[in-house]
């Protein structure tokens, strides 16, 4: 900018100190172009004043640029005096900053110094301790030699005061006191550097005094004398104490590591190794020894041995004997069985007031369920309802075995069918008592003597004919003789004198058990003995955990269950299997290890499987099996009865030719990794009231793996059926349909051999079979290739015609040769 725009008053300056902001603006036609703020050094640029006005203030009358207002000046004022404003702003805190930083750094400067000082004082005082910690040894050492040579000098002899230089010389391996002489007073800060020096280097070997011999009054370190003092110590300690033996009780399992056995008898593995070689066993620390040779090494160290074994996890589970007094009355448990479709979920539902058979699929039940009911005179029962379809044997069986009183529904319009017989049968096996409750007596055609009269064929005789099992005839749509088969119950439950003591650690019976997806496993338990109370810790079969939460029949959470009361246990690590029986442990580590234990046991017996049979038996085994097609199959079911149920029928579907094996099978939903298997094997997905989730939905729709769905068990087994009978090779049946004689063999260039034949019997068809004989014996099989009548090629030949017949691929035909023409026909065959 030149001095003349200066002198226009189009720059304007503010003193602000050693440094000025400078605003350099051009407008055009009144608009701003652009601002340029430059910081020079020691100039300072003040605006002239106007007239009338006072200087820098930018208020008079004195020339401006052209189109700049009133108060576009006093903006460009305040904007400068703000510029100003902020660079003193920024100024003083510079400052303020510089001079926190070398505040800080004197702060770091002091605190090292003083920390250095003290560090240096507390290795002067160290140093210094040490120094008169020596000399004062020192000079304890050299007064008493000097004692021991004045006691060892003869008695005539004058001794020689202590301190002389006769006493200094007769001890030149120690330093001793200078002769003492007159200091000066001026002397004495001469006499300290020097008595610190020669102290300093007393202890130190020069190689004057290395050569020569003269040690100089070096002595022993302070760690040389602590070390020597030990072994001393150790020594004297050695021989007067001798350490007893301390024999262990040793236990032994069936097989254990070395280093676990070394551990147990507080022994080091190195020896235990060393006793093994001794005995002729080459092992490591980390291999596995037996039980014999375990207690061979226990004995040969001096330790008593322990045997035990894995099954003594199971102790845990104590058999409690109830005493008598401690007994209390508990609720009879009534199973309902018999034959499917003879009513009884329907007799069920009369007692409890329900509806559960309008919810079955199919109308059958499926599934073993269980109940509490209380009769209008206040008393308990629990009835477990089976199932009565052929595939549920096993449910009918566990029924059985955990029941009081067995009540068989048999239904008076169908009598005696085969699962009632079954019922029978285990109801015997059990040893249970039973009361036959005779169905459907509403119905046309119901005869309740045939079903007293068949029921003696299997030695159940009924009251009315003068037995002693009690029988109701009854109908559960009318409700007909409904009271008269609770009175039964409770007459035979009090004959029973059923009693069981709460006041102890639970115990009871898996009925069912299924995998839920939002509650996880889920065991419906009966319990027998004791209370389940919630937060128990329990082992069922191979599965353990706590009690989380416990469900009765009504959907209601309980907090505890006592003897005879059903409940749905959630909890668990897994689903059980049913049958099992639930026991109360009293920690987590007992239940976890109790579990573990039945895992592998069971894992051994499933490898074990077929390890003693021989080579030649599997060749043989493996020789059946080619000829034996086989229908695999993935089984995945809603509880664990119904998935035994499935897998126990598809073992009984096939026959020599063709079979059904289960791959896989479990409870809960069908998952990606069931899809996986199935895609490897080539199987199909059985689900039993279950279905896939979506992930395990698109991969089996990616890979092409099909999934069926049942929740009716009948449809299941027949589909099954009928896929396993589309294994099966079709049935071959042979119709004879004709004879032909050969006259003459005629030899056709470009066409082989023709024989001119007359049938003799029945006819001849193009499409036929045919076999050669010569002198009655079969030669050849085949089909013919062509049948003529004259030149013309026809379809048949009637009996008594003559025609002219060539085989496919066979030439070796003669005169007199007889064509045997038959058909066959394909039927296919089915395992119903």
Known sequence: MSDEDNKDGKTLGLRSGTQTSRVRQSFSHGRTKSVVVEKKRKRVFVPKSGAGGKPGTGTGSGPRAVGISDVEMERRKKALKAAVAMEAERKVKEEAETARREADRAERRRDKEVKEQEDQDRADRARQKEEDEIRTKEEAKAAATVKVEQAAKPKEEAPEPAGTEAAVSRTPNYKTAAPKRDIKPQDDKKQNRSTVGDRRRSGKLTINQALSGDRGGRQRSMAAMKRAQERERRKMGSQQIEHEKQVRDVQVPEAITVQELANRMAERVAAVVKALMNNGIMATQNQTIDADTAELIVEEFGHKVVRVSDADVEDAITAIEDDEKDLLPRAPVITIMGHVDHGKTSVLDVIRKTNVVSGEAGGITQHIGAYQITTDDGTLLSFLDTPGHAAFTSMRARGAQVTDIVVLVVAADDSVMPQTIEAINHAKAAGVPMIVAINKMDKEGADPTRVRTELLQHEVIVEAMSGEVQDVELSAITGQGIDELLEAISLQSELLDLKANPDRPAEGAVIEAKLDVGRGPVATVLVQKGTLRKGDIFVVGEQFGKVRALIDDQGQRVNEAGPSVPVEVLGLNGAPEAGDVLNVVASESEAREIADYRHQVRKDKKAAVGAGAT?????????????????????????????????????????????????????????????????????????????????????????????????????????????????????????????????????????????????TEGVARRAAGVRLLRDNVVIHEGKLKTLKRFKDEVKEVQGGQECGMAFENYDDIRAGDVIEIFETESIERSLS
């Open 615 to 759: 080579l030649d038996q599997l060749l043989a085994k493996a020789k059946a099996d080619e000829n034996v097609s086989e229908l695999p199959i993935l089984v995945k079911a809603d509880v664990q009865g119904s998935e035994e149920a499935i897998v126990q029928a598809m073992e009984k579907v096939g026959n020599d030719e063709v079979r059904v094996r289960v791959l896989h099978s479990g409870v809960g939903a069908i998952t990606e990794s069931d899809v996986t298997l199935a895609e490897a094997s080539g199987a199909p997905i059985i689900g039993f009231n279950v279905r896939a989730n979506t992930p395990a939905r698109n991969a089996a729709n990616q890979k092409g793996v099909e999934i069926r769905y049942y929740s009716i068990i009948y449809d299941l087994v027949d589909d099954i059926k009928a896929a396993a009978s589309g294994l099966l090779s079709a049935e071959i049946k042979e119709t004879f349909i004709g004879y032909a004689s050969i006259k003459e063999v005629f030899k056709i260039t470009g066409v082989g051999k023709i024989a001119g034949c007359t049938v």
